[in-house]
């Protein structure tokens, strides 16, 4: 019998993957399991984008083009133009979802043994991108108490090794909500500068800032052209998780050139995504209006609410549907294993994503979970409530 | 500025992509191209699956299970079983296309340096995965004399080193057309279980077998239950090149389930194009026997012109829509760029892909090109015409 492979053992699971069967053990008891766990938004795709799909021309749906539908390019470019992001057609590879274009970036940029350095806690399928593709994720620590800033520069000076070939950030963040300012990318901007780096940013979340704060993108940095790589998605924006398309935006023509040879390699991206993504591109603004209203409220309640849990600390995310929150708990894997498996409040329990899994320097996070806050705000307020009499009767509760 | 990957070097552009520019100029030029270089069939997508996306039901287009729409493998996996290959849906992931579930085997059976052989010519593409995954493509060349038969088991035996981790096959095959017999299979059944090797096979054409030929599947081989590891699709079966769905089906557990982290890592494969898939499987059978009857016609035409042409050997593909054709030219690569650049037949000339791009060999391949032929006969009568006159003119020919 052949042995798979070692990369194969060296992937994580993801942070909640072994929750799984106990939250369907829970469900199978008859309770009714809340999920804070998942990015995936209960929020209407645009009408605009179904029914692109639903008035479907075409007679064969057949191969686009490897960069992606050269009309939905331009329209993205323009896009990307109106928020002051000076690219054009060229310089966007339409991808299958933000997940290839990070692959495709690690592939183009990096050789095997190369390293990135990446602010933690963070998404934990950029693990994934990082194996498939041989890159060792260098992990620099933020934290909570500073309600996960970007950490000091020398921090990232004291990682940097002749194998660093860049530095990756999600602004705004997930699974922070931190929304990175003008004056931490610009030291983002010296440091790759100075040391000749990739600067990779992913920025599917831009539209998701709150409080008046502006979101800047690594694009709008000057002298980045050739260091600056950007990933996007539609799965946020526009509510369209499912249809995989993504983009990688740069201006450096070798990557871009280099990254269309492994798009070649794969034919094309999801066809009807495409069709999607660019009548999503026509999407009114009052839809986004309407999001931004429901999210804020969401994030209001959820903010205020946890923080009155004694032993809870909820930062405030100025960005994304995401937050980190500390618990009163010995090992936060423990107890959102024991909320599915020995507990439920009048019938309700809740999943929530452990804080470790999106560390990389083991120990770290043992006391912090993700909340996606996705779910309409009735729904939040029962989460909360199941959470707190849950914290209450937690056998490893620390105070 | 820093520098992109050395893999990104390796990769080597798709056979036809330098003669694109030129086919540009021909276009410019008023003349009118027939493009034999693609698989890009011009068969209608069946109505039941453009109907099941024109009357999509979903309000928001959510993440699908990592594997797939559990609907979907369920269906496929009876497909499956009516063509005698004894699988379930929980050995079944659905990917982005063949092409994912080629890199998702790669990554997930083999170590970067280990080896795979693989017949040459072979779908130029498998370099893109390897590269991708840090593979070494060892090639055994098969001969247009022997009409790319499978190359006798010696040559595999002599190839074989203590990195040589799998045997990969496509089926019918693309480039050559060649359908493998009971006995090559069985002889490969031999080789991999002495050897103890993952058996990969590349089935996408399996409905594309002609002259009564039955296809033999890597999955109804005895005894290979860990070997074993099939590559499917949608996009040639149902000509939806576009919606990027395969699929890859193994009985080996460990491999389905270090597979499915990589899988989890990208989130889910395509959304719209699950359901155009799992619609698919409903397509009436007189689809098939009409597909059927149009290319087992234009294969006859094809082949019986072409024999005709001074110099030219075309031997009789059993399955798929290619053929690697014998041209009577100094050198392929030249021939394909100047019936582009430097002639038309009364205003037409044709795009045909050069053999050396599907060799690993070098020089191997410099009289061959594919054609495919996936146009009407009208058309393939045109190209072939086109051709001949060509070859009567070229400088470079040799007879």
Redesign the interface.
């Known amino acids: 019998?052949?042995n798979?492979?070692?990369?194969?053992?060296l992937?994580?699971?993801?942070p909640i993957?072994k929750l799984v069967p106990f939250a369907e053990q829970a469900k199978e008891r008859g309770t009714h399991v809340i999920h804070l766990n998942?990015g995936?938004?209960?929020?209407?795709?645009p009408e605009v984008a179904?029914d692109a799909?639903?008035?479907?021309p075409?007679?064969?749906?057949?191969?686009?083009h490897s960069a992606g539908n050269e009309s939905y390019r331009r329209k993205l470019a323009k896009y990307y133009q109106s928020i002051g992001i000076d690219v054009d057609h060229t310089e966007i590879l339409i991808t299958?979802?933000g997940?290839?274009a990070l692959?495709f970036a690690f592939?183009?940029?990096?050789?095997?043994g190369?390293e990135v350095i990446i602010p933690e806690p963070f998404y934990a399928?950029y693990?994934?991108?990082a194996i498939?593709?041989?890159v060792k994720i260098v992990p620099v620590t933020s934290t909570i108490e500073n309600s996960f800033a970007l950490p000091p520069i020398r921090d990232f000076e004291a990682l940097i090794t002749p194998r660093t070939?860049?530095i990756v950030v999600c602004n705004p963040n997930n699974p922070t909500g931190y929304l990175y300012s003008k004056e931490e990318m610009k030291e983002l901007r010296q440091l790759v500068l100075k040391h000749?780096?990739?600067f990779f940013s992913d920025e599917v979340y831009r539209e998701f800032c709150y409080d008046d704060n502006k979101h800047l993108s690594v694009m709008h940095l000057q002298g980045l052209e050739?260091?600056a790589v950007m990933f996007d998605s539609v799965s946020k924006r526009f509510?369209?998780?499912?249809?995989?398309i993504g983009a990688l935006v740069s201006k450096n023509k070798?990557?871009i050139s280099?990254?269309l040879?492994?798009g070649?390699?794969?034919?094309?991206?999801?066809?009807?995504?495409q069709i999607?993504g660019e009548a999503s591109l026509d999407t009114p603004e009052q839809y986004f209006t309407d999001v931004y209203q429901e999210y804020i409220q969401r994030r209001d309640f959820l903010v205020e609410e946890l923080n009155k849990i004694p032993g809870v600390v909820c930062p405030e995310p100025k960005g994304a549907f995401y937050t980190m929150v500390k618990l009163p708990v010995d090992d936060s894997d423990k107890f959102c294993q024991w909320i599915l498996s020995d507990f439920d409040h009048e019938g309700q329990t809740v999943m929530m994503a452990p804080g470790t899994g999106f560390y990389s320097t083991p120990g770290k996070g043992m006391n912090e979970v993700r909340i996606a806050y996705v779910l309409e705000r009735k729904e939040l307020a029962r989460a909360i409530e199941v959470l707190r009499v849950a914290l209450e009767n937690y056998p490893g509760r620390q105070i």
Do not use: W
């Open positions: 019998m052949p798979i492979s070692n990369r194969g053992d992937m994580p699971a993801s993957r998942i995936q938004p209960d929020i209407f795709t179904l799909v639903r008035n479907l075409d007679k064969v749906i057949e191969y686009s299958t979802g997940s290839e692959t592939l183009s940029c990096l050789n095997p190369d399928n693990n994934g991108f498939a593709a041989g070939k860049g000749d780096l990739f050739e260091h509510s369209e998780c499912g249809v995989r070798d990557l280099t990254a040879k492994f070649q390699a794969r034919l094309s991206p999801p066809g009807l995504g999607v």
